[in-house]
């Protein structure tokens, strides 16, 4: 009984029900969606989460390795604590000793006020997840830098969550975008066909023609300096969504080709439904999950991309940060010798690459629910 | 011999001609595209020129500017400097005493920051772009096909998780970190960061037998780096179509037969599953001529990406437009060669008329 109750729901379940019952057995996808929605959230609650603000810096701490966190102090377990650090130059060769401070402790502590921001860009706040307070003999100025500091004593931390928000968004915002202009071109090429089909294969086979990244560099090239990052953001967002398209467009037109002689669409026709109406209601809900598939392939290339421009000095530039930017700190062989910690944000650029592809796996998987 | 006659049945060569003809309004198109691309960047070579003259305390008056616009001929049109651009592409007498005399500086494939002809620049590292890439290309291939193959005869199996975990890495790690790393591993345990394609040594003498070994040294990081970027996708859709053809009736009636499992294997579902591979071979060529872009920059690789890099930061445009052009015309004979061997291999896109 309760088999055939299970084989009825199968049949009347929609599309989108089968295709999310399939997603969720992938077991490599769900860890990934998890980890992506992590990351994402994140990265929108990124002022609060990260202790310090994106320009903040301490000379002190120039290029520091991530901070020591203690809890045991003096023979008594106190909780988790920092101590201040000390620099030391040795005199005849200048070579620089730190070293810590252990006169006084520094709780962490939670929900403290810091650097003021603005909650979703408009409620004003200055909470921060943790931070540090005052030493226990009432001293200042020691830091928390869970991954170390910068080149200026800025935290990689917070410049990471910060960074979040650019490195995840524009690959993103491109994808939706090169979504729906694939659509609208891959379909009047597919469902027109003759001159208009020729023309915009033309074009399409030209653009993936011109190697991407000497394109980007070359379009990169053209960002005005000295523009503001909400400028700067939607220049890269467009140069990635002109590159990204005719990948789309190419799906959609195959799709079309394959789909538009079918019985279904005649019928539609000689009913007098307009064209509009027939591709948008009647084609593209046929082949969305593909779609959407190949939309979640291309972020991964996208993220990469924007990573290397960045570190290349032809994305995002300073002050606007993203994760291509920080990694311009680990540009030679010395800087990652002396300073092996600023790697740290290829973590993050190499887990939300790998999740997307294990994410788009699945979903291709999940596809096809009928199969 | 009835192999050779076959290819040069009637249909194949009008398959060819018609392929070639095709190529003209491509390339044509290629060329508006990357035209306007170098044209985007606000200002021109005479202004970028101009504020490096002022930041050395040099004043330029306007009237200078002018003549010196009028005399690269940036004061045209848009539409006149693009049709001057691909004239000069095509043909421009550059050996003639007359050329020499009146055009060094007139020339619309000339290099502003290297002082002379933009072909001339591009021809420099032609010959060792193509040959790094030819010789990266053919590693991709020949460690991506037998891993794929392993990888859908052994479905879900751990050498099959092994290598895609492999295969998913070498994609997920950006190209130019991937290249320090490696630097720094090299250097820490050789001794020497192994940087760039030629030592001091080579780069007096050329590159001869007995230097070729230190040369593939250094190759080895370069191929690493850009070759572990393209194996994944390569053994990702090798993969999926291999499994495709493995589940397909004719496997069942050959293995019916005792047909032995590797001469299935090779001869029957690689040579299917091969199809899709060679018309993706001008995808991979356009990868690799990206990334090998950014890697030669961080590993001073003596190659066109490093000259692409300095040419757009000085707005060098012909110089830029010449390299991108150039790998464009590389990517789309790749293309054209991959469609040819693809008809030869699949007789039925022969009438079919499209290639890919």
């Known amino acids: ?371 | 011999m009835e192999a050779l006659k076959n290819f040069f049945r009637k249909d194949l060569v009008q398959y060819i001609i018609k392929r070639i003809l095709m190529f003209i309004p491509t390339l044509l198109l290629i060329s508006i595209l990357v035209f306007f691309v170098i044209q985007l960047p606000p200002g021109d070579y005479v202004s970028a020129h101009i504020s490096a003259l002022a930041s050395e305390g040099e004043l330029v008056d306007a009237d200078y500017a002018a003549s010196m616009r009028a005399d690269y001929g940036l004061d045209l049109p848009v539409w006149q400097q693009y049709i001057k651009w691909v004239k000069d592409i095509i043909w421009t007498p550059t050996d003639t005493p007359y050329y020499r005399l009146y055009h060094s500086h007139h020339n619309w494939k000339f290099s502003f920051a290297y002082g002379r002809d933009v072909w001339s620049v591009i021809n420099d590292r032609l010959g060792i772009t193509i040959g790094v890439t030819a010789i990266i290309m053919l590693f991709q291939y020949l460690v991506s096909l037998p891993i794929a193959v392993y990888a859908s005869t052994h479905q879900y199996s751990v050498g099959d998780y092994i290598s895609s975990i492999i295969g998913f890495i070498g994609t997920a790690i950006p190209n130019f970190i991937l290249a320090i790393v490696l630097m720094y591993l090299s250097y820490k345990w050789t001794g020497s960061a192994n940087v760039g394609l030629f030592s001091q040594e080579m780069l007096l003498n050329g590159v001869h037998l007995y230097n070729f070994g230190e040369f593939l040294k250094r190759m080895i990081i370069p191929i690493i780096v850009i070759g572990t970027s393209g194996t994944c996708g390569i053994i990702r859709s090798v993969r999926a179509q291999m499994l495709d053809e493995v589940a397909r009736q004719y496997v069942l009636t050959a293995r019916a037969k005792g047909v032995s499992e590797g001469k299935i294997v090779m001869k029957y579902c690689f040579r299917a599953a091969m199809n899709p591979t060679v018309s993706g071979l001008g995808g991979v060529l356009s990868s690799l001529f990206s990334g090998s872009t950014v890697t030669a920059m961080v590993l001073n690789m003596q190659i066109q990406g490093p000259v692409l890099y300095k040419a757009l930061q000085s707005q060098d445009m012909y110089l830029a437009g010449g390299i991108v052009m150039v790998q464009a015309i590389l990517v789309v004979v790749g293309i054209l060669l991959s469609d040819i061997a693809l008809a030869f291999l699949d007789p039925r896109i022969r009438y079919s008329g499209g290639g890919r």
Request: proline content about 4%; hydrophobic content about 45%.
């Open chain 1, 1 to 371: 009984m309760a088999k055939k109750k299970s084989k009825e729901d199968y049949y009347l379940a929609s599309q989108w029900t089968l295709m999310a019952r399939k997603l969720k057995k992938h077991k490599l996808a769900r860890v990934s969606f998890l980890i992506l929605a992590i990351l994402y959230i994140a990265a929108l609650f990124a002022d609060f989460l990260a202790p310090y603000g994106l320009e903040e810096f301490d000379g002190l701490y120039k290029n520091t390795a991530p901070t020591n966190i203690y809890s045991v102090y003096e023979g008594e377990n106190i909780g988790p604590y920092v101590l201040k650090i000390t620099k030391s130059i040795n005199k005849t060769d200048f070579t620089v000793t730190i070293g810590e401070d252990l006169s006084e402790y520094y709780k962490i502590k939670f929900f403290v006020h810091g650097t003021p921001y603005k909650i979703l860009g408009f409620i004003p706040c200055d909470l921060h997840l943790f931070g540090v307070g005052e030493g226990s003999k009432g001293g200042t100025g020691a830091k928390i830098f869970l991954f170390g500091a910068d080149s200026l004593g800025r935290d990689i931390f917070s410049r990471v969550l910060l960074g979040a928000r650019i490195s995840l968004t524009i690959p993103f915002a491109s994808a939706i975008i090169s979504f729906f202009l694939g659509i609208l071109i891959g379909s009047i090429s597919g469902y027109f066909g003759g001159v208009t089909d020729i023309i915009i294969q033309r074009i399409i086979e030209v653009i993936g023609a011109v190697p991407q990244i000497p394109l980007w560099m070359a379009l990169s090239a053209a960002i005005p300096p000295g523009i503001s990052t909400i400028k700067m953001y939607f220049y890269m967002t467009l140069i990635l969504s002109f590159i990204n398209w005719t990948g789309m467009a190419r799906v959609v037109r195959g799709k079309f080709l394959s789909l538009k002689n079918e019985d279904y669409v005649m019928a539609a026709r000689i009913s007098g439904v307009s064209t509009w109406k027939i591709i948008w209601k009647h084609l593209v809900p046929g082949f969305m999950s593909y779609l959407i598939v190949s939309m979640t392939l291309g972020i991964p290339g996208s993220i990469v991309g924007e990573t290397s421009m960045s570190y290349l000095g032809l994305g995002i530039k300073s002050p606007a940060t993203s994760w291509g930017v920080l990694l311009q700190e680990a540009s030679s062989v010395t800087d990652i010798a002396s300073h092996p910690h600023k790697l740290i944000p290829i973590i993050f650029v190499t887990i939300t690459v790998l999740a997307y592809n294990f994410l788009g796996d699945g979903l291709r998987d999940a596809a096809d629910p009928y199969k």
